[in-house]
């Protein structure tokens, strides 16, 4: 770890999701230097040059363009290069498209950086992480993806409005793919300690069939919806990112549904889908086996085997 800048981050990918993602890392003030790597050169510069210009309103840091070279002592490389989803094409559709691309930057990347963490953003991220995973060689703890993290606060925050209630003391995941075979893992959801039907009815709201349902579907189709009107998603993975730096850079050790390769768990093996896990310093330092029910089960491993076979198909 000795070679590497503990203050520096790379993000390849200068995108929606990758400019967004560095403007939030900027204005964190986890990192006093950011690269910025894409194969469109002139955005990476133009990108780097706006975002320093907020520099005056946050803490000093070096922002700039640079080449692969430039990220050999990233603590964090952030990636997001890849084709995004177009309107009704689901994240899997993607997969041979940003393949191809993985395998011509994971090993651009590894050239130079031998130490840091990857953490794998492009679609369809779980895909990519077990990818990115091979494609590195690195240790399988400092190899992850944003898995569902995303999902995950939005579920949150459809469940705080849902229930009057700070979306920060809902405590609820979702599990598994972040994509349509993501699962909302209600059985262990509550509200600051108090399960979550208990607190429904404590807010007046009875109908926890219909609401669940409703909930967990809005959670899973709101990046088609975002799609559908302005083209991307951008402001709530770029959010996600900078939560997963600042649990990185300040070993915090928060439990996080991060995309890993999974090793048993509910018998998933040798793929990447998103588990709550202990994330500091090392990267993925835990997994942690939230208590799921018979059909949560049944479902996490329904989604580990559709992952599985895209993988194989894939790579
Ligand atoms: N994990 C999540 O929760 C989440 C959320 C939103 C979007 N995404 C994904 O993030 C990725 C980026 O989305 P976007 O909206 O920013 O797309 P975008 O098209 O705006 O940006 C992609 C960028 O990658 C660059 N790029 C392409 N090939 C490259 C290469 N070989 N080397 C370096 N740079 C390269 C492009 O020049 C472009 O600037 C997509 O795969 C998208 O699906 C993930």
């Known amino acids: 770890m000795s070679k590497l800048n503990e203050r520096k981050v790379a993000v390849v990918g200068c995108g929606f999701v990758g400019s967004a993602s560095a403007f939030a890392l900027m204005e964190s003030g986890l990192f006093s230097e950011m690269v910025l790597i894409d194969v469109n050169k002139d955005k990476a510069e133009g990108e780097a040059l706006d975002i320093s210009h907020g520099l005056p309103f946050a803490k000093p840091m070096s922002i700039y363009a640079g080449d692969y070279k430039d990220a050999e002592d990233a603590a964090v490389v952030v990636v997001t290069a890849g084709a995004g989803q177009k309107p009704g094409e689901t994240r899997l559709d993607l997969v041979k498209k940003n393949v191809g691309i993985f395998k011509s930057i994971i090993p651009e990347i590894t050239k130079y950086n031998k130490d840091g963490i990857l953490l794998i953003v492009a679609n369809p991220v779980d895909i990519l992480t077990s990818v990115a995973a091979k494609l590195s060689g690195f240790p399988e703890n400092r190899v992850f993806g944003s898995g569902t993290v995303l999902d995950t606060a939005r579920f949150k925050y459809l469940l705080g409005e849902h229930l009057d209630v700070d979306s920060r003391s809902v405590h ?3 599990i598994g793919e972040h994509g349509d075979s993501e699962i ?23 109908e926890h069939e219909k609401s669940m349902k409703r909930i967990a579907d809005d959670v899973k ?45 509910f018998g998933i093996d040798g793929v990447a889908l998103s588990m709550p896990a202990i994330v500091g310093r090392n990267g993925v330092e835990g997994s942690v086996p939230i208590k799921l029910n018979a059909d949560e089960i049944a479902a996490l491993q329904e989604s580990g085997n559709t992952l599985k076979k895209v993988l194989d198909e894939a790579f």
């Open 221 to 265: 189709n709101s990046a088609y919806g975002i799609i559908e009107k302005k083209g991307a998603t951008y402001y709530g993975i770029a959010m996600s990112v900078r939560r997963i730096c600042e649990a990185i850079i300040r070993d915090e050790k928060s439990i996080l549904p991060i995309s890993s390769i999974q090793h048993g768990d």
């Open 172 to 174: 609820a995941f979702i």
């Open 184 to 206: 909302a893992a209600w059985s262990s959801a509550n509200v600051s300690g108090i399960p979550i039907h208990d607190f429904c009815e404590m807010r007046g709201h009875f």
